[in-house]
């Protein structure tokens, strides 16, 4: 007999997951002030995004700091004043209603920051020949090239959100793991919370190491 | 009902915050040595500052490691021979003294004083575009060019707070949030103690995004 | 009279130190992602080798995270569906085949990658000159040049530990504390799992003194 | 009526609170392999000085990890095999025979190093006009120029320990706080170990800062 864990319980798991989560980018130096989100797939029939409030700070999340939204962005909880979703919500949303996607990480790290600055102008970080990269799951040899879009910022999040929903509909190639926000931040996803972040660790250990090679290489060849 | 705290659980519990603080800051690098000092107002009428005394291990403080000021940054405690004010402390009353302000901060990190000697012909440091900078207090858009001022670092601090009290009451804009002491440090101040702890992490992710930028432009354009 | 631990309570032994060296070696960065495997010697005659299983996170590791193979690099233990052994564990068994050989250490650092990619063309990286280097087993004086290959990435694993077994059995010197792998990361290894763990110590060290020397040389003659 | 420490207990206390600065200087980076050697004046008449054994790995230390020496260098406890001094100890010997210094430090730290190196050919490295100085015991203003010696490397500790010997009973004023070895690391101590290990703290502080702005300084005029 298995035992099935009720919504509620489901719930209060899934806000545990991301409140660990949360704890440990902080400490990492990806969630400092009240910068990034987190949100995970609790239902797919009816669709149920549990995602962090507007404005907490990731140090220090606790179940109260969630709520939940509905496949339009709706709250559907039973909320309080305090906890409200932040603008930002409509990106994980967007990007979790995709089929195969269950978790849905946004993060703001130096690199990350630096690098969607230094090749913004071309459009795209392209980062390839890297062992690294056979942590995206479904990559089996280093011997590939992956683009990840640098997309400008902007507070008008909505609109920003159908673009993106338009091209998930196309399966666009481009966004198959992640993009950047141009001086904002990285957004990554996975099957479930372990591969989402297992997939920012990747991106961000290879943003250090294509900014550190770059700045030697300048060194090197001066 | 409520609870209302005595003078002396106000002053223990602040005091309390102010230990994890300094436990933080030195683990993160911003209190090294026997550098910075962190203040509360524990009550406005009449004005008096909790600060952590002269010359203390930020790693390891103690109840028994602050001191209480009034409005003229005199000592109003019972104090003992081994907790005394530093002479700095003179800018916190100054800042904390301004409508608004319940806490400030002064750290010493690499990244604070490495530009604020880089950009100190400048007298300011300039940030804009980011994302992050919508944390601090009142800023609802990463379209924003925020001027951190640096200013000469002096021994004569008596001096420096009567020049600073004359622009708080001004309300001098380029002292909004923060301001930066040439190969010296940061100062940043909140509401409260969890706002000027999060004006204090941004400044310093923006410090390391712009020294890394500037490191990478130079290696990119080479 | 000494105690004899049995084999199974030698390997559990074995796992739970691998398990607190991934703890600490995904903290300090250097196996990040699904990346990286350790290898203990549980036994020379039969020859059996303990690693780490295909694909798991190295920040949570237990028990059920290894397997145990043969000097042919066979799984020998009742394994079940989720534990085999990755394509890389090859490599280790050609190592810990050597004579002298007690424990294999892989890790994917940031410096390791960035250096094996800049020194790439080089086919080594030549480290000289320092007092750490003391700390690799004997070497008696900072007065040495120690040579470290950097071989190009493959998928090909089986052949790459052909050429391995080849060099080993004709006691190659360029092979006696480690090598690098091209965009990839460091193998070292060491009479037991302590000398290992302090040999990739000395070495993510003495990558971080080269790389920031280099970038500082820059500065200083531009 | 004061309780006075037995000289056994005194020693265990020593060595307790240099196994805590072991642990935080591994972790700190400043210890690396089996680097570093700490030491404590236990005793002025007859001079006894607990330090660190060779070849320890110092992220674990435990009591049993330190020798007794005497104002010779000589190991004066019921020593086993396995506990002896390393060759360095006799440059902590040197040192804690001066008056005034009751426990040396010295660490491996990257900064260190590669300052080290950079300014080999200057023979010291200059800090100037740092806040963070007046962290060293005796320095009343930033306006302030300390000059850290650099001297050369050697495995002849013996006549190295006799040329620091005469400098100190010279009163060589470049000997105040601590000195670099070339390629190897740095010697600093205090009255006390918290003065030590306060004054180590502000030098790796400010190693970092300076090889930063160094790095950034050449970024901006390029």
Known sequence: MTTVASPIDRSAQSADALCAVGAEFHR?????????NYSLVTSRTPFRLLITASGM??????RADFVTLDEH??????????????AEAMLHVATARRPGVGAVLHTHSVWATTLS????????LFIEGYEMLKGLNGIKTH???ERLEIIDNTQDIRTLAQKLTRRFDANDPALTYGFLLHKHGL??????????????EIFEFLFEVIGRTLMLKGARTR
Do not use: C, F, V
């Open 28 to 36: 990492r130096g990806w969630s400092l002030g009240t910068s990034s």
């Open 57 to 62: 700070d990731k140090s220090s999340l606790t």
């Open 73 to 86: 962005g709706q709250q559907i909880d039973n909320h309080d004043d305090r906890a409200k979703p932040s």
């Open 117 to 124: 600055d230094l090749y913004h102008a071309d459009g795209a």
């Open 143 to 145: 011997d590939h090239r």
């Open 187 to 200: 957004y990554a996803w996975g099957r479930d919370l372990a591969e989402a972040r297992r997939h920012i």
